[in-house]
C-alpha cells in the first residue's frame, strides 16, 4: 500500500511562513508633492465624487515627516483620561512621534506630561529592554544609566557623587515639562508654544455633541494596547466609517448599528461626527418604554431620543471617540512609523454601573465583545494596509456612508496649504 510522507514538521505551506521583509513597490510611489496636490485636490471634489487619499500617503517616510513636523508637534494630541491615573505616583509611558513622554500625578495631584530625558546624559529614562511597564505607581523613577532620580513632578532628588561639579545645584534641575490641559476628563499635551487652548478647539464638539456625557466623571475601566502594523490613517478611517459593518462587522456590529442608517453631519473645521442609529425595531421599543435597554448604567443627561443611537466623533486631528448611552470607547492612535501605529483602544463608563450586582459578568461580557469586534478591525487594517501597497493601487470612490473621511481630507489639505505658506 502506498502511503503519503508526511511533510518534514519545519516545513510549512507556501504562503505561511512568516518574514519581516518588506517587498519593495515595484513601480512608482508618489513623491511628497505629488501626495500634497493629490489630497489637496481631492478635499476639493464635491461629496457626491469624493475619493480615497492616495496610496503613498499610508506609505511614504517623507510624508510622515510632514504629519509629523504639521500635525503630531503641533495640534492637541489626546494621551490619557484622567480616571487611568488617579493617585500620586502614578504613571503613564508614551511615545509620541519620537518624544519619549511621561504622562504622571505627582505628590502635589497635579498631572503633568514629562519628557523622559535624563538632564544628565540624556538617557530616555524608561527605555525599552529595561522591564519598565507601559504604567504603574512609583514614588521615584531613577535613571538606570548613572542613578539619577526624580520625583514623580518631575524634580531632581537625587545625584550621586556630584560633589565635585562646581555651581551644581540639583534643586534647579528637573525633568522638561510639555505643555498639557486636562480638557472633558482627557489629558491632551502639545509640542507647540503657540497653538490656542482645547477648549477653544473643541468647544462646539462638547456643546453640541460629546457634552452630554459628562466624561470627565467617567472611569476608564479597560484599556488594550495594540502594535499595528499599518498606517495610523487607515485606523483612523476605518473608525470613522461604519460603511465597513456590512462586511468586517457583519456579525458583531451590523445586527443592530446597520450601516445603511448611518450619517454625517455637515463638515465642521475641527471636527467629524457620524451618528449610527440602531435597527428600527429597537428604537421604537426604546421610545415606546423610556428604557435604554443598555446592559451599563447610561450616562445621566442623555435624553430617551439619545438612547436610540451611537456616535463616532472625530476631533481633528485624532482625538477619536465613539459613544453609546452606556459606555465610550476612546482611542489614543499614534504613529510608530509610516507603515506601522500604536493604538491603545480603551472603555469608559459612569460609575454607578459598577453598583451593579452583576457588574462583574456584564463588565467580561463587554470586554469580549470589545475584543471581538476590535479584531474584525485589526484584519481590515492589516490588509488594506497591504494591499495598498501595491504598484497598481489608487484612490478609489467613497460611499456617503464615508463622509467623514472626506471631512478628514479637508483637515489635511488645510494643514498642506499651512506648511506650503510656509
Ligand atoms: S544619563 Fe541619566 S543618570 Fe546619567
Ligand atoms: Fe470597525
New binding site residues.
Given amino acids: 500500500m502506498n502511503t503519503i510522507e508526511p511533510l518534514p514538521s519545519k516545513a510549512s505551506p507556501p504562503g505561511n511562513i512568516a518574514t519581516d521583509y518588506q517587498f519593495p513597490t515595484s513601480t512608482h510611489i508618489p513623491g511628497t508633492e505629488e501626495i500634497f496636490t493629490a489630497i489637496s485636490d481631492s478635499s476639493k471634489l464635491a461629496r457626491e465624487k469624493s475619493q480615497s487619499l492616495p496610496p503613498g500617503s499610508y506609505i511614504d517616510p517623507a510624508f510622515l515627516d510632514f504629519e509629523t513636523s504639521e500635525i503630531f508637534r503641533k495640534e492637541w494630541i489626546s494621551l490619557a483620561h484622567v480616571s487611568q491615573i488617579p493617585n500620586p505616583g502614578d504613571f503613564l509611558k508614551v511615545d509620541l512621534c519620537g518624544e519619549p513622554l511621561l504622562v504622571s500625578r505627582g505628590k502635589d495631584d497635579r498631572i503633568k506630561v514629562l519628557s523622559r530625558v535624563?538632564?544628565?546624559?540624556?538617557?530616555d529614562?524608561m527605555p525599552n529592554g529595561y522591564g519598565h511597564p507601559e504604567k504603574g505607581n512609583q514614588r521615584v523613577i531613577l535613571?538606570?544609566?548613572?542613578?539619577?532620580s526624580y520625583e514623580l513632578g518631575g524634580k531632581l532628588i537625587g545625584v550621586p557623587e556630584m560633589q565635585e561639579a562646581e555651581g551644581f545645584d540639583r534643586t534647579e534641575v528637573c525633568l522638561h515639562e510639555f505643555r498639557s490641559e486636562i480638557w472633558e476628563g482627557f489629558l491632551f499635551v502639545t509640542l507647540s508654544e503657540d497653538i490656542p487652548p482645547v477648549a477653544e478647539k473643541y468647544g462646539e464638539l462638547r456643546d453640541r455633541f460629546i457634552g452630554k456625557w459628562d466624561l470627565a466623571e467617567a472611569e476608564l475601566v479597560w484599556d488594550q494596547h495594540w502594535d499595528c502594523e499599518f498606517n495610523w490613517k487607515i485606523l483612523l478611517e476605518n473608525f470613522m466609517e461604519a460603511y465597513h459593518h456590512l462586511g468586517a462587522h457583519r456579525k458583531t456590529l451590523e445586527p443592530f448599528l446597520p450601516a445603511k442608517g448611518c450619517w454625517t453631519e455637515p463638515y465642521n473645521e475641527n471636527f467629524s461626527v457620524m451618528h449610527l442609529p440602531l435597527r428600527e425595531d429597537m428604537k421604537e421599543e426604546i421610545l415606546a418604554s423610556g428604557d435604554a435597554g443598555t446592559t451599563m448604567t447610561p450616562f445621566p443627561g442623555l435624553s430617551v431620543e439619545d438612547y436610540t443611537e451611537w456616535w463616532v466623533y472625530l476631533g481633528f486631528p485624532n482625538f477619536l471617540i465613539f459613544n453609546a448611552p452606556d459606555r465610550t470607547y476612546w482611542y489614543r492612535l499614534l504613529p510608530t512609523g509610516p507603515e506601522t501605529c500604536s493604538l491603545t483602544t480603551t472603555m469608559l463608563i459612569h460609575p454607578s454601573t459598577k453598583e451593579k450586582e452583576d457588574y462583574e459578568e456584564i463588565y467580561r461580557n463587554e470586554v469580549d465583545a470589545a475584543i471581538s469586534f476590535h479584531l474584525e478591525d485589526m484584519e481590515v487594517c492589516v490588509a488594506t494596509q497591504q494591499g495598498i501597497r501595491s504598484s497598481i493601487a489608487r484612490p478609489g470612490r467613497l460611499s456617503h456612508l464615508e463622509e467623514p473621511l472626506w471631512h478628514f481630507q479637508k483637515y489635511l489639505a488645510g494643514k498642506i496649504e499651512e506648511y506650503q505658506a510656509g
Avoid: T
Avoid at 535624563?118 to 538617557?123: A, K, S
Avoid at 535613571?143 to 539619577?148: A, E, G
Fill in positions: 535624563c538632564r544628565h546624559r540624556g538617557m529614562l535613571c538606570p544609566y548613572h542613578l539619577w
